[in-house]
């Protein structure tokens, strides 16, 4: 069984400031993960994707990802927050591919003070 | 190029009715997935349609039921409602044969009384 653990409920950062959101997975295979945002009122946006190609992802928006199999880990990370990055964030597993079930964390809220 | 779209964007029903979503894919994707969020908590998966037959289910009851069409557009049925139905109801589309990503769409919002 697959399985996602998003350590914090809530990350709050200022604006320039680098932002660490944490995610660890459990999965019985080698597995596709992902990162979406879920702004207010909005429906989910793909950040980034790993699936067993280079372990340093690189996504929209300046985000990016290291897929850490001996920590079962996968954070998300950029340089330098945003206003606009606050938003929900979910790490997300999937065992057969990107088009198969996907199975959600609780979710990430970023706060990004001014 | 439209991407993935539900109707009713939102819906009130009361307790022991019934309610279908909707849900158009991508164009180009042939498969549809269905996912139910709670309020504060991350979307769980419902089930997975397929040339028009459920491949995957999650751990939803029998009351939670879809179909697809040959359009590859798919319908999301919840009979005998409850209140904890209450939920936004997401829509994914994907491509099955290239392991494409699945795009979501923008939810149907549903409150039971």
């Known amino acids: 069984a697959q399985s996602v653990t998003q350590l914090d409920s809530h990350v709050s950062v200022s604006e320039g400031t680098p932002v660490l959101l944490r995610c660890n997975y459990s999965s019985s295979y080698s597995p596709s993960l992902f990162w979406y945002v879920q702004h207010p009122n909005k429906g989910l946006q793909l950040l980034l994707k790993y699936t067993s190609a280079a372990t340093l992802v690189k996504g929209i928006n300046g985000f990016e990802a290291e897929f850490k199999k001996s920590e079962t880990s996968f954070h998300l990370t950029k340089p330098s927050a945003h206003m606009s990055d606050a938003a929900e964030y979910f790490c997300v597993v999937s065992e057969a591919g990107s088009a198969r079930q996907l199975t959600f964390g609780s979710g990430t809220q970023l706060t990004v003070l001014p | 190029d439209a991407g993935v779209t539900q109707s009713p964007t939102h819906l009130i029903k009361t307790r022991g009715q019934q309610v279908t979503l909707r849900c158009s894919p991508k164009?180009?994707?042939?498969?549809v997935s269905w996912y139910q969020q709670a309020l504060g908590q991350g979307p769980q998966f419902i089930f997975q349609?397929?040339?028009?037959?459920?491949?995957q289910r999650g751990n939803f009851p029998d009351r939670f039921s879809g179909h697809q069409f040959p359009n590859y557009s798919s319908e999301l049925n919840v009979n005998a409602l409850l209140l904890g139905d209450s939920a936004l109801y997401l829509c994914?589309?994907?491509?099955?044969?290239?392991?494409?990503?699945?795009?979501f769409g923008p939810g149907t919002r549903l409150l039971v009384l």
């Open positions: 349609y397929y040339e028009e037959e459920e491949r």
């Open positions: 164009s180009g994707h042939d498969t």
């Open positions: 994914a589309s994907s491509r099955r044969q290239t392991q494409e990503t699945q795009y």
